[in-house]
């Protein structure tokens, strides 16, 4: 293996240019038009939103889509990625015609349009890119470096891959590769062993046994779906159920009291309300009030039978001092 010097192309597709860029650098910038701040949870979100669009998401030339003029595309946004710290990166399908700019370096950068909230500065959407000589962001890793994309190491530069790698420098390629890959397999385990974990909380909650299919999962949370739509429409009808009886028996409450003459017919609306809102203080109201209309009448369409009197007259002949025989015979 010679370590005189090491070529290594970042993501590099055909030609030496790159399949993946990056599109929303992590962490908080200054840019001339704002702050802005890209966390965990806006990449999470950024991403969310882009994977629910079945279109491809457009790279055009110095932002003409926005513009509202031609704007062929540069390239298409197949896929974004959240690689943490290094911030948003997108899988690339670009044109012929922005392969040769990019080959020939006569562009350089890539300059996004997303989303903020105004509250916090913080990235909520990705809108578009494009490809550009004057980035408004300061730092992104550009499309194509200085010598297209190859980044070299002169001198001892194997040695110190090797010794991250715990080889020594005289390591042969095949000791290399199997380091790297042993690696990899490591990564591959512990994300397996979290998934494994993940799996057996979800079973946990679910109440169910380990070792339970994923049909099995899949159909008990399907089954907890479908039993939280019937509890809402159970709760619905229930709700109207006592809506209905409430209203049966304020209504009762009210005719009662008409009944035992508690209340006029005047009063009767009044007295619906007030026992819908509070049927037992009503009740109370009712063994309280006094009989203010004779019982078994209705106030105000009260007819005394031919030749008797009603109470009114009666009283007031009473304070007259006029009988009854008196009255009758003089008021015909």
């Known amino acids: 293996m010679k370590n005189d010097m090491v070529v ?14 990056q599109v929303i650098p992590y962490g908080r910038h200054d840019t001339p038009k704002g702050t802005f701040e890209l966390d965990s949870a806006g990449a999470d979100a950024v991403i969310a939103t882009f994977e629910a669009q079945k279109n491809d998401m457009v790279i055009d030339y110095e932002h003409q889509t926005l513009a509202g003029t031609e704007a062929p595309a540069a390239g298409w946004i197949k896929k974004l990625i959240n690689k943490g710290k290094e911030g948003i990166w997108a899988s690339v399908e670009w044109t012929e015609r922005a392969k040769k700019y990019l080959a020939n370096k006569e562009y350089r950068y890539l300059s996004p349009v997303f989303m903020k909230r105004i509250a916090d500065n913080k990235v909520t959407q990705l809108i578009n890119v494009a490809l550009t000589n004057q980035p408004n962001i300061d730092g992104m890793v550009p499309v194509v470096n200085k010598d297209r994309g190859l980044i070299k190491k002169e001198g001892n530069g ?17 000791q290399a590769i199997v380091a790297v890959n042993k690696i990899i397999a490591d990564k591959q385990a512990l994300e397996g062993k979290s998934a494994v ?14 070792g339970a299919t994923e049909s099995e999962i899949t159909g ?18 229930l709700a109207a159920i006592k809506s209905k009886l409430t209203d049966k028996e304020a209504s009762d409450a ?3 009291a008409v009944n035992d003459g508690k209340i006029t017919p005047a009063q009767k609306d009044w007295a619906t309300d007030y026992a819908k809102r509070d049927l037992a203080g009503f ?21 005394p039978a031919e030749g008797t009197l009603d109470e009114a007259q009666l009283e007031i002949n009473k304070q007259c001092g006029i009988d009854v025989e008196t009255f009758k015979k003089y008021n015909k």
Request: glycine share 10%; hydrophobic share 40%.
């Open 197 to 210: 974990i993940a799996n057996k909380i979800v079973i946990d909650a679910l109440g169910l046994k380990e």
């Open 158 to 174: 194997m040695k110190d891959l090797l010794k991250l790698l715990g080889l020594t420098g005289e390591a042969t390629e095949e």
């Open 220 to 237: 008990t949370i399907m089954a907890m779906k479908q039993s939280h739509g019937t509890v809402e429409s159970l709760s619905t009808e």
């Open 283 to 303: 009740q109370v109201f009712v063994s309280k009030a006094p009989v203010i209309v004779v019982q078994g009448r209705v106030a105000g369409n009260e007819k």
């Open 254 to 256: 009210v005719e009662q």
């Open 8 to 21: 290594i192309c970042r993501d590099c597709g055909e030609g030496g240019i790159p399949d993946e860029i």
